[in-house]
């Protein structure tokens, strides 16, 4: 090969790797890291295990013993079909107190199933409406679903 020719096969192998790592930056800057599910409202969480469902997986979730009560151990239980998260957490957030927060990190008991424990905060008013947001962790993505219950005072 001449000096000439190898000149133009680094150039041509230039640009294709630039055109690769521009694509790859272009795919992760615009790559989807969260998918916020609407919120589950054809279901009662405080009565009945309930389910969201997006294009590659299912989330189900159920609280118990209930009825559901405040300051009281609250058995927290998901199931996962389709691809399993890094990591899975429960956020409580009270609807009309939107200060009682409670987090709650839920271990993998196997078979898609994620188990943990939490005491919703005091509720004040007796009766309470609340939110259990779940976040479902895949490296940088993300799905998040929510789901209303009520507990007694």
Do not use: K
């Not at 993998?108 to 939110?131: F, I, K, R």
């Amino acid at each position: 090969m001449t000096a000439r020719e190898l000149d133009l096969w680094a150039a041509a192998i230039g640009v294709l790797a630039g055109a690769v790592l521009m694509t790859a930056l272009i795919r992760w800057v615009t790559w989807p890291r969260d998918l916020l599910l609407a919120p589950v409202t054809d279901c009662a969480l405080h009565e009945s295990s309930c389910a969201a469902s997006w294009h590659d997986g299912r989330l189900g979730l159920a609280l118990g013993p209930q009825p559901l009560h405040c300051l009281s151990p609250l058995a927290v239980a998901a199931q996962l079909d389709g691809a399993l998260p890094a990591e899975l957490v429960v956020d409580f957030q009270g609807v009309d107190v939107p200060e009682a927060f409670h987090r709650t990190v839920l271990a993998p008991a196997g078979g898609g199933v994620y188990v943990g424990e939490a005491v919703l905060p005091l509720c004040a008013t007796g009766s309470m409406q609340w939110q259990a947001r779940v976040v479902a962790r895949y490296g940088r993505r993300s799905v998040r679903a929510s789901f209303p219950f009520m507990t007694r005072g």
